[in-house]
């Protein structure tokens, strides 16, 4: 069975959670293990069971080579749709009617010899390894979109990690959260985003988002900032990309998503340059960025209020901020210590941290690599000289970004390489997060929102928390945006009616 041709990112996304990797074993595992994915008729027949078994499909055909998907009775139409889906996401996929472990949606789904029975209740996500779970038909997508993920990190965990039950205890997890899962019903409909709304970021978390957004009952505008285009190393995690997507503008791609009742603007810009030409006064910002810098950033421009995701190994989750009671943005990116300047990052990922001048030099310059320096990086990885051969003549960064950060010339698995903070989030993991950002939104424009920063975090090895929210006191160095009387005087004055406590 054939891999993605961009299934090398989905390896080193996988060395840096499994341990001892092998990439060897990986693929093998990969290539000689077809995962289902079973529908009900109540899959096919509620908003939330579509919604579930799309965004499965849209994470399952990423990484997978054979999926194979069962239809039970009344499911057979929506069976055919998924597999155009998955043939667009991966057109190398082959598709099956036959898998010893899956995923089921619906009660009356068929099920496998290891089945992953995957259901929601609105808000709420629920994941089985006993019983067929129930999914709603409400118009929140939320629990569904939360199930597909954690189905597909149980599914990687018992396929890809070996464990033997990943799912010992049912799952419910309520993308309200914070809040009693049952207790607040929560009406459904008639939410107005607030005037002005901007999602910085259309990589893989801000397309998670967007996917939940565009099935949520919203009306309003949102605009989508984001500069870079989809490479091909991307299609590994971004969910609203097919195959055919490399190269797309990763804003415009986005605003192409299908929407119930939101209007989406591109701006394929850098924030600096979009907040440069269409102002500050942004009430509410949600954030998929992936460094600390464009964090800040975001915080520095004052918005009224910010919800933030982000991924880490192993680790992925939300955070809402009070600009004015709590932890800001920036207090929970404030630089600790002395951060390591990117020459001695690239020097030291490639193993030469005795060049690291010779590096900065080539890096500022983009002049090939000499000859001496190359032997030295092979010394230093350990690898073949040859193994490098493809990248005389070319400059340094290409041999990091390919090299290292895209896994072409290390051995994955190797301790401590690639390092991480070059870290390649699963496709499961940054969708969570992004199903979570959107949740926070909708949470807000429904009237819910529990005030102060709270941050929730999901360790995807692991079943989640109990108590997976907490809240978010400022940096206690008081050296921080909010904290400067200066900023805070001009935020009072852009949103005069923000309560201070
Ligand atoms: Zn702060």
Known sequence: MPLADYHRRAAVAASQVIAGFDEQLFEAALESTGIGLALGRDAANTREGRALADLTVRLLARLYPTLALVSGPGAEALCTELSTLARAVNPKITITDHAAVGIAIG??????????????????????????QPVGDSA???????????????????????EPDPVPDDLTVSCLDGIDPI??????????????????GCGAVGQAAVWALGRSPLRGDLDLVDHESVELSNIQRYVLTTRADENAGKAELTA??????????????????????????????????????ARRAVQASLPRWIANAWTQPGDLGVSTHAFLTGACLSCLYLPTGQTPSEDAVVASALGVDQLVREVRTLLHSRAPMPPDVLDAIATGLDVPRDALARFEGRPIRELYVEGVCGGSVIQLGQAGRPR?????????QSALAGVLLAARLVRRAAGIEP????????????????????????DPRGTCVC????????????????PAS
């Open 256 to 293: 192409a998503t299908p929407t119930v009742g939101l209007t989406f603007h591109s701006h394929p810009e850098e924030w600096a340059s979009f907040t440069a030409a269409h102002g500050y006064r942004w009430e509410t910002a949600l954030v998929a960025v992936d460094s600390a810098a």
């Open 183 to 200: 207790a607040p019903k929560v009406p459904e409909n008639g939410w107005a985003l607030p005037g002005s709304t901007v999602l910085v």
């Open 140 to 162: 929140i997508p939320f629990g569904a979109g939360a199930a597909a993920c954690f189905a597909a990190a149980a599914i990687f965990r018992s396929v890809l990690m070996g």
């Open 107 to 132: 009660l009356d789904a068929p099920a496998f010899e290891r089945t992953f029975h995957a259901g929601s209740d609105a808000w709420t996500a629920l994941l089985s390894s006993r019983a067929p």
């Open 420 to 428: 991480q903070d070059v870290h390649v989030p699963l496709a499961h």
């Open 451 to 474: 005030g102060g920063t709270q941050i929730t975090g999901f360790d995807i090895l692991r079943s989640p928390a109990a108590h997976p929210t907490r809240p978010a006191l400022k």
């Open 483 to 498: 904290q400067d009387s200066d900023y805070l005087h001009v935020y009072r004055v852009k949103w005069p009616t923000e």
